[in-house]
Structures are given as structure tokens and as C-alpha cells.
């Protein structure tokens, strides 16, 4: 009884966790078109793009979801080894890996040539002998979860029928992205067997999993590792906390997480991995992973260097409104996208913009991250010219081919201040894109005219004034 009941804790702190993280996925309440064009509104549609709670693990899914090759990174990347007086192992090429054939083949059928940045400090680290444990931070897209399944991959033992490698990931969807990585490059391997320790695959009681890899969500693998036995987690080899720092952000992960770990052998290889490195990551990190190496690449910066910015003064949205639909020969010539502070306004933008006659895209955050992805891709193909999004639904998403944004509003900051790493990240380059690019805001009061003005002193970049009833001049910003 009391062991049942606790179970039933578990299930419903991992729904608690799944259904806080799938809260976009539920609103399924705007229905756009096969363009992602159609709009309507719901209850939520007053909320400020910043009131809309930034949920992290949709985000990452949807990243995962759009990226289909290695974000570049022009950065050295950093290590700090346990024992700083053994030697510094990179490799440039997988072959230097002596990795099983049948592994290099399935990295070969995968299209990777050779190792990312991360991947050639974290892979000969991973593949030490003796085993060490890792931490490693670098931003999403760089090769990260490559690297660990590669990892766990070579070190399993095909004819030993249990779990020996364990991952952790903080939701259902994200665990079913990683396991694709898995069953990908383990294609020539037949032998290993991968399972999913996530809520809602239930196994007869009793039973043993003869899988070798088992990746999941924290508290069911909680579940089948003490209550259920399912596993035995002093049989694990190598275990492996993917996205700490979504995991943190996800209620109830962080203990389950730590328990999980507190029952594997002591000489189980410990592997962390994250996007970000804030404090409370790594503290979590250091809890989960004694006597760790520490890698880490740091994210490229961006400039607003070679960014043409311009501001047109308005006097209200009907106005900022017309300004655009003048600019909008001008900014088609690239593609564009619009940024606006609430979903209210981008639904409604999208809505007379489409009225107008022009094919516009509308990614809201009321859309399940499945759709959302299909609209990124349909935008990226070029299907629309004009993507109209709020913040923090756009947030981490970079289309190269986007030239020309638009402030249709001002990132402000939940008190009302300019939120300059906003604007920096909606409008500025890396280095890789280091192609010319424009920025338009939309001005419409006292206090966006102050907004922008500390912007400008922000980043001491000088910010023109447009009028965009002056063809001349619209010519002239679209060459
Ligand atoms: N060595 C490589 N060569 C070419 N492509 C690679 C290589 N390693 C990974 N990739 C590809 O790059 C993309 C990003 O890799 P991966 O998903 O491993 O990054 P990540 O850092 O884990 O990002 P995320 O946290 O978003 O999953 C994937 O499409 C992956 O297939």
C-alpha cells in the first residue's frame, strides 16, 4: 500500500512536471491553416509576451524539432580537467577514436564527417579508460547529444541483456528526440535495444528489462529503478543527465534526479550536459557529478555592426500599421520578420496584413511546438516571406536567411525598461551571418520614444529616423 501510493506521487509530480511543460501543447486553441496564417484569439490573448512563462523544455524541443545541421562556433572551447597534469586529448577526425566499426558506420550514415568543436574535447574524455565524469556546457546545436549517445554507445556490452547506460531528459518528447539520435547511430548495431522509461509505458510487474540503453524522464525511471525493480541501477555503466538546465527549471526533477543517481555504483561514468551554465546548474551539476572534467563553448557573440537601424515615428497602431504596409515592398525584397509584444498584436497583425493580400506566417505561442516547427520550416523554405512572432516564442530560433526586422514593438523588460539583449539577440549577427542586415522600429509614444533612445545610448549605435511616406528614402534603406 505504501509503496503504491508513493508511486502514484511520483506519477502525478512527473504529470505535474510534463503537463507545466507541455502548457503551450494543451492551448491548442488557434487552428491556423496548412500557411500557419489563420488567427484567432483566446483568454490568454492579453498576456505581455514577457508574462508568458518562458517554458524551456518546448523551446528546446522545437530547437531540435528546426535544426538540421551543427550550429557553427568560432569560440575556443574551454577545459578543465580533474587532473590538470594529464594529457589533453582532442581528436579531429572519429576514425582517431578507434570507435566499433559498426558506430563509425552509423556516424558515417549520419552525414558527420568529422567531430563538432564540442565533440573533439568531450569524445576522447568520454572514451577514457578509466572512465571520467563530465560536464559540459555549450549552446544548443553544437553536437552535444551526438557526443554522449556516441558515448554510451561504445561502451555498451551487446551480449549482456540489462540496462547499462541510463539517460535522463526532462520531458516524454525531448526523451523520444534523444532515443531517434540513438536508434540512428546504432543502426549497424542491431544487438542493442534501446527502451523508454517514460509515464505511460507500463511493463508487468516482476519483469526485467533485457534493454541495454533505457532513457527517460526522472521520475518513472525513479520508479522502475526502486519500486518497480525493473532496473537494477548497480548494474549501470554509464549515466547520463541531458538539458540540466531545463531539467532544474521542471519541478520535482532536481530531487528525483539526485536519488537516481545516489543508487548507481560509485564507479558509474557520470555525464552532464546543458545549453546554459547559470548558478543554480551548476550547483546542481556538482551535486550529480563528483570529481568532474569541465568543458565548456561559450556562445558567439553578436554585433550590431554591420545593421542598418532606422526607427519611424508614429502616433498610434493604425499608424504603425500603414508605416509597415509602405515599407513592405521595401522589406520583402529579403525576408523579414515582425516582432510584437503581445500575442494579441501578432495575431492581429497577421490578420491585416493577410487582409492586405500578403502571405504572411504567424508563429504564436498559442500553436503546439509541432506546428510551430512546421511554420519555421515552411518560412525557412521561403514559402513565406514575412514571419509575425512575439518574443519568447521566437526566442533562441535563428533563420539565417532573415534579413530585415521589424520592432513592431520595443522589447521592453517586465518593468517596462528596454530589454537590450533582446533587441541585440532579434537583431544582431554572429559572425557566421556576418551579412548586412536592417532594423526597423515602430515609435508611438513619449515612452517608446525613451525606450529606444536608451537603446541607442546602449549600444552607442546611432539609430536614424525613416519616414516612410518618402519613397526615395525606402528605396534607399531596401539597397
Ligand atoms: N560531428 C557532426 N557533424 C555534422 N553534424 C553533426 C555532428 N554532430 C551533430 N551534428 C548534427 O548537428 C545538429 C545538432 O547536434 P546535436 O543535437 O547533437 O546538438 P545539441 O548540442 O545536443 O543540441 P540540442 O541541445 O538542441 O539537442 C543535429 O542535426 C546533429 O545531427
Known amino acids: 500500500m505504501a509503496t503504491d501510493s508513493w508511486a502514484l506521487a511520483v506519477d502525478e509530480q512527473e504529470a505535474a512536471a510534463e503537463s507545466l511543460s507541455n502548457l503551450h501543447l494543451k492551448e491548442e486553441k488557434i487552428k491556423p491553416d496548412a500557411n500557419g496564417t489563420v488567427v484567432k484569439t483566446n483568454a490568454n490573448e492579453e498576456k505581455t509576451d514577457e508574462e508568458e512563462k518562458e517554458d524551456r523544455a518546448a523551446q528546446s524541443l522545437l530547437n531540435k524539432l528546426i535544426r538540421s545541421n551543427l550550429v557553427d562556433n568560432t569560440n575556443q572551447v574551454e577545459v578543465l580537467q580533474r587532473d590538470p597534469s594529464s594529457p589533453l586529448y582532442s581528436v579531429k577526425s572519429f576514425l582517431e577514436l578507434r570507435l566499433k566499426p559498426q558506430l563509425l558506420q552509423g556516424v558515417y550514415a549520419m552525414g558527420f564527417n568529422r567531430p563538432s568543436k564540442i565533440q573533439e574535447n568531450a569524445l576522447p574524455l568520454m572514451l577514457a579508460e578509466p572512465s571520467q565524469n563530465l560536464i559540459a556546457q555549450s549552446q544548443s546545436g553544437t553536437g552535444k547529444t551526438a557526443a554522449f549517445v556516441l558515448a554510451m554507445l561504445s561502451q555498451v556490452e551487446p551480449a549482456n541483456k540489462y540496462p547499462q547506460c541510463l539517460c535522463l531528459s526532462p520531458t516524454y518528447e525531448l526523451a523520444l528526440q534523444t532515443g531517434k539520435v540513438i536508434e540512428q547511430m546504432g543502426k549497424f548495431y542491431p544487438e542493442l535495444k534501446l527502451a523508454y522509461a517514460v509515464r505511460g509505458n507500463k511493463l508487468e510487474r516482476g519483469q526485467k528489462i533485457s534493454e541495454q540503453i533505457v532513457i527517460g524522464t526522472p521520475g518513472t525511471v525513479l520508479d ?27 519541478q520535482g526533477h532536481q530531487d528525483q534526479s539526485i536519488r537516481i543517481q545516489r543508487m548507481l555504483p560509485r564507479n558509474c561514468q557520470m555525464l552532464l550536459f546543458s545549453a546554459t551554465f547559470e548558478d543554480s546548474v551548476w550547483q546542481f551539476a556538482q551535486k550529480v557529478v563528483p570529481d568532474p572534467n569541465i568543458i565548456k563553448l561559450k556562445r558567439e557573440e553578436e554585433t550590431l555592426d554591420t545593421i542598418k537601424q532606422y526607427y519611424v515615428l508614429c502616433s498610434n497602431r493604425d499608424e504603425k500599421f500603414q508605416a509597415l504596409c509602405n515599407l513592405y515592398g521595401a522589406i520583402t525584397i529579403a525576408q523579414a520578420m515582425i516582432f510584437c509584444h503581445t500575442r494579441k498584436t501578432a495575431s492581429w497583425l497577421a490578420a491585416e496584413l493577410s487582409k492586405e493580400g500578403h502571405q504572411v506566417a504567424l508563429l504564436s505561442g498559442e500553436m503546439m511546438v509541432e506546428q510551430r516547427a512546421a511554420v519555421i520550416e515552411r518560412f525557412r523554405e521561403g514559402k513565406e516571406k514575412v514571419l509575425v512572432t512575439t518574443n519568447v516564442c521566437a526566442r533562441g530560433i535563428d533563420v539565417e536567411q532573415v534579413s530585415v526586422v521589424i520592432n513592431f514593438d520595443l522589447p521592453v523588460d517586465k518593468d517596462g525598461n528596454p530589454d537590450n539583449e533582446t533587441y541585440l539577440h532579434r537583431i544582431g549577427r554572429t559572425g557566421r551571418f556576418g551579412k548586412r542586415g536592417l532594423a ?3 515609435v508611438d509614444s513619449k515612452h517608446s520614444m525613451n525606450i529606444l533612445n536608451r537603446i541607442q545610448e546602449h549600444f552607442n549605435k546611432k539609430i536614424e529616423r525613416l519616414d516612410t511616406d518618402d519613397l526615395d528614402e525606402i528605396e534607399k534603406i531596401a539597397n
Open 224 to 250: 522502475w529503478c526502486s519500486k518497480l525493480k525493473f532496473i537494477d541501477p548497480k548494474k549501470i555503466k554509464v549515466f547520463v543527465l541531458d538539458e540540466a538546465d531545463v531539467m532544474i527549471a521542471t
Open 440 to 442: 526597423v522600429n515602430m
